[in-house]
């Protein structure tokens, strides 16, 4: 992994007397994103939380701010997601940290309230597992704010550096920033498991994975640094309300039945318009359309 520079930034390494300072400089939190799934044979499962919380924690010793405990728990079975692992993963077991969108969205509501009652008036919540989930969680950050003055800003890393380089699965861009980050995660050695009898096949890895290199995982997390570190210094800049009342469970209950009123519009919970229907022999057939009990 790339050194850190020996400051410390996350919360769980903190003192009371270091939280207080840091949050005192900037109370800005960080929350990175990520869930384990599969990468191809080459790759460890957790790619996606392990580059956003080297984002995050880079961001942090750059511009201040305190990183929140990594959330390694994501969506990714349900709506738009069956057919893609219908198609990249079949019938084999993916090993993932998969949970339904409403335990996940309305789990990250309570997150944001334990921020804002530690303290944190400014919140960057960075996703390395997308698919459209981002919409999701920003369409809660959105009904938080709301009905709470803070600023939340939701972005998947992909989108941090649109117009500049392409994300995909697993392929030359993922490969490569897990190759600049944490080379010891990656084996392309092992790509002969893709024959290997039980072993899972190709497991979703990118068709042109064997382009990724370290020099390029190393440009697109230096263009994701750069720009992840502007939008925590233009939050920096941003006046929000230092006194704020404890926020109880009921107002946290309130905001999400507004999140929920709006389940059709849910990335996580619906196909595409235009993605076609999942064989009725799949295994994520059961998952293409999602609707929690609490709705039925």
């Known amino acids: 992994m790339k050194p850190n520079t020996g400051v410390k930034t996350l919360w769980s390494e903190l003192l009371p007397y270091e939280f207080k300072r840091r949050l005192a400089k900037f109370p800005l939190v960080y929350l990175p994103l990520g869930l384990c799934e599969p990468h191809g044979q080459v790759s ?9 919380e080297w984002l995050c924690r880079q961001a942090a010793e750059r511009i201040g701010g305190i990183v929140a405990p990594s959330m390694g728990y994501h969506i990714h079975e349900s709506g738009n997601h069956a057919k893609w692992l219908e ?6 077991n993916p090993h993932m940290t998969s949970v339904p969108p409403a335990i996940f969205l309305h789990f990250f509501l309570y997150q944001l309230r334990a921020f804002v009652n530690a303290g944190f008036r ?3 919540v960075l996703t390395g597992h997308g698919g459209g989930n981002q919409k999701d969680i920003r369409l809660a950050a959105e009904k938080f704010m709301e009905r709470v003055p803070v600023k939340i800003w939701v972005r998947s890393d992909p989108e941090l550096v649109e117009g500049i380089y392409d994300g995909d699965h697993a392929g030359k861009y993922e490969i490569s920033q897990l190759m600049y980050i944490r080379p010891d995660l990656v084996d392309m050695g092992a790509l002969h498991y893709e024959d290997v009898p039980g072993s899972g096949g190709r497991l979703a890895l990118g068709t042109d994975a064997d382009e990724a290199s370290p020099m390029l995982g190393g440009q697109i997390m230096q ?5 992840l570190c502007m939008e925590a210094r233009q939050l920096k800049d941003q006046a929000v309300s230092t006194s704020i009342p404890r926020i109880p469970y009921y107002t946290v209950e309130m905001i999400w039945s507004e999140v929920l009123r709006h389940i059709a519009d849910w990335v996580t919970s619906n196909p595409g318009h235009e993605q076609r229907e999942v064989s009725l022999t799949s295994q994520w057939k059961i998952y293409e359309q999602y609707r929690p009990m609490s709705t039925i």
Do not use: H, P
């Open 44 to 52: 460890a499962f957790g790619l996606d939380t392990i580059k956003a």
């Open 223 to 227: 263009a994701s640094l750069d720009r």
């Open 87 to 92: 198609e990249t993963i079949g019938e084999e």
């Open 122 to 124: 400014k919140i960057v």
